[in-house]
């Protein structure tokens, strides 16, 4: 088991650097770092690859926010003010999904750069992506799992019992797709084919992690669609 813990914030001698928020702009950063050797590697146009990230980095932050504001609404109904306050909560992954893929998509279609082409040179990235900012996930327990049947020693102790840590589950399920996928690229020639060999694993291991998602604590369990 592992025993309970918590790290909302890395000390650095008098600095404070807040994990959540610190870990999902490392993963950008990993994003951008990634992306980029694989569009020189590749020969693509890097002006236009970089045009596309940083549209699919704003889409992400944006449909991330509004999304958070929707599905809370009443709220930030009652909270106008709180809109802008970014600290308060209020973000989803499928908002900011949503807005980046329509940016990035509009821009590939207007410079004429293959969707396709782009989404290959981008999928590794996208996993190393979702590994690093689970990172942050894992140390707040943002998605802190069911009470597990037995003391398992990847169990977390958390308000007095062992638990699921699907944070952890979702890190080490995308860096192994990211291993995947990069060890890959330069096999598949097939146009494609990389991004849908990612979207098959990354739906794979989401639809088993949530089975192990606590579904009745506070502050910790997301609503879940079908």
Same mark, same amino acid.
């Not at 790290?7 to 807040?18: C, R, V």
């Not at 973000?91 to 509009?106: D, K, N, P, Q």
């Given at each position: 088991?592992?025993?309970? +813990?918590?790290? /909302?914030?890395?000390?650095?001698?008098?600095?404070?650097?807040?994990?959540?928020?610190? &870990?999902?702009?490392?993963? #950008?950063?990993?994003?951008?770092?990634?992306?980029?050797?694989?569009?020189?590697?590749?020969? &693509? =146009?890097?002006?236009?690859? #970089? !045009?596309?990230?940083?549209?699919?980095?704003?889409?992400?932050?944006? %449909? @991330?926010?509004?999304? %958070?504001?929707?599905?809370?609404?009443?709220?930030?109904?009652? !909270? /106008?003010?709180?809109?802008? !306050?970014?600290?308060?909560?209020?973000?989803?992954?499928? %908002?900011?999904?949503?807005?980046?893929?329509?940016?990035?998509?509009? +821009?590939?279609?207007?410079?004429?750069?293959?969707?396709?082409?782009?989404?290959?040179?981008?999928? @590794? %990235?996208?996993?190393?992506?979702? &590994?690093?900012?689970?990172?942050?996930?894992?140390?707040?327990?943002?998605?802190?799992?069911?009470?597990?049947?037995?003391?398992? /020693?990847?169990?977390?102790? #958390? =308000?007095?019992?062992?638990?699921?840590?699907?944070?952890? #589950?979702?890190?080490?399920?995308?860096?192994?797709?990211?291993?995947?996928?990069?060890?890959?690229?330069?096999? *598949?020639?097939?146009?494609? *084919?990389?991004?849908?060999?990612?979207?098959?694993?990354?739906?794979?291991?989401?639809?088993?992690?949530?089975?192990?998602?606590?579904?009745?604590?506070?502050?910790?369990? !997301?609503?879940?669609?079908?």
């Amino acid at each position: 088991m592992i025993p309970a +813990y918590s790290f /909302p914030a890395i000390e650095i001698g008098s600095l404070s650097l807040p994990t959540y928020p610190l &870990a999902h702009s490392l993963a #950008y950063v990993a994003v951008g770092i990634i992306v980029l050797i694989e569009a020189k590697r590749r020969g &693509a =146009d890097i002006k236009t690859v #970089y !045009n596309t990230l940083l549209l699919g980095f704003i889409g992400a932050i944006v %449909g @991330a926010r509004i999304g %958070g504001v929707i599905t809370d609404f009443d709220y930030f109904i009652a !909270n /106008p003010s709180q809109v802008i !306050n970014l600290g308060s909560g209020g973000w989803t992954e499928s %908002g900011g999904f949503i807005l980046s893929m329509i940016l990035m998509v509009g +821009y590939l279609r207007k410079v004429r750069f293959s969707i396709l082409a782009f989404f290959d040179l981008a999928v @590794a %990235g996208l996993a190393a992506r979702f &590994a690093v900012s689970r990172f942050g996930c894992a140390a707040v327990h943002d998605h802190i799992g069911k009470e597990m049947v037995g003391n398992w /020693p990847w169990g977390v102790e #958390y =308000d007095g019992a062992v638990r699921h840590e699907t944070g952890l #589950y979702s890190l080490f399920a995308n860096a192994f797709i990211f291993i995947i996928l990069w060890t890959m690229r330069k096999r *598949m020639k097939t146009r494609g *084919m990389l991004f849908v060999t990612y979207l098959f694993l990354y739906s794979i291991s989401v639809f088993m992690i949530r089975f192990f998602r606590a579904e009745y604590l506070p502050f910790v369990s !997301n609503e879940r669609y079908y």
